[in-house]
């Protein structure tokens, strides 16, 4: 149940997450705000065990090759990810991005000899539909533009796939190492791979303290989301870890409701379809066919 819990805690932040980087970029580019959350969650966590746990920080000395392939699978996700918006849309990429979890899922039950039971499959399977549902005007509009289904889509796969690669060595790399301590090198290495890319001017500019405050909040939801992701590596099964974060996407749209009804104008904000809830409702419960039948069998 506790890597349930932390699972769900990555996929909360994350759904979260959505909302903050489209405030954020009015005031930094895709490129210069990933840096910045890489660069702050670095410092958070070399700050934090230079104190309690120095002996974490010897992990700079001698990175284990592993380590440095999980960063550069994890840089090329956010590479593919911004590329992917920029070529095809938000729509699409939010879509096609969700085959990261669906392929961690299928490495759990082929490399990690997960078990597939009925009621898992069943579960996995609600979800998927449930998915589809959730998402069916977006993917008819994709349809409808065959413009998007080009360089675009192909991006957002590679994000998708580097994802899934940085999932699964994160899950090997758990066994062995602190999931903090493993951050340490998957956080730090893209800080080098990013910085041609950045824009420094625009941290001379003189913005409200509530936009610093904004981006102090998306580093440390990188080191809170993937810490809680790396330890529910460490305690549960990667199959049932892909199920709880493809619901992040609605916990995204929850929020905008909430946003919404509040009339909350930071962004334009589209009305959710009646579809969009079924399809919602439908996740949810595949989530617990699959996660709860599952602790219940084992039980």
Do not use: C
């Amino acid at each position: 149940m506790k890597g349930i819990l932390l699972a769900t805690t990555t996929a909360v932040l994350w759904g979260m997450l959505a909302i903050a980087l489209k405030v954020a970029l009015n005031y930094f580019d895709s490129y210069t705000i990933v840096w910045f959350r890489f660069l702050l969650a670095t410092l958070i966590l070399i700050g934090y065990y230079a104190f309690k746990k120095p002996q974490l920080l010897k992990v700079y000395k001698k990175p284990p090759l592993l380590m440095m392939l999980g960063a550069v699978l994890l840089a090329g996700n956010y590479i593919g990810y911004m590329q992917g918006i920029h070529y095809a849309g938000p729509a699409a990429t939010q879509i096609i991005i969700q085959t990261g979890p669906v392929m961690l899922g299928i490495l759990g039950f082929t490399i990690f000899k997960e078990k597939l039971t009925l009621g898992r499959a069943i579960g996995f399977g609600v979800a998927t539909i449930g998915f589809l549902v959730f998402y069916y005007n977006q993917i008819n509009e994709l349809m409808a533009q065959k413009d998007a289904i080009n360089s675009g889509i192909l991006w957002t796969l590679g994000a998708a796939s580097s994802w899934a690669g940085y999932a699964f060595v994160n899950k090997k790399l758990v066994q062995k190492y602190h999931p903090q301590q493993i951050n340490l090198i998957i956080f730090g290495l893209p800080i080098l791979l990013f910085l041609p890319t950045v824009s420094f001017e625009s941290f001379t500019y003189s913005y409200d303290w509530w936009v610093w405050l904004l981006m102090f909040a998306l580093g440390l939801n990188t080191v809170v989301a993937y810490g809680t992701l790396s330890a529910a590596f460490k305690h549960t099964e990667a199959i049932k870890i892909s199920i709880v974060i493809i619901m992040n996407p609605i916990i995204t749209f929850v929020l905008l409701e909430v946003l919404l009804a509040l009339n909350v104008n930071w962004f334009p904000i589209n009305k959710v379809s009646t579809m969009a809830y079924i399809g919602a409702l439908l996740v949810l419960i595949g989530t617990v066919l699959a996660i709860g039948l599952a602790q219940k069998k084992k039980a």
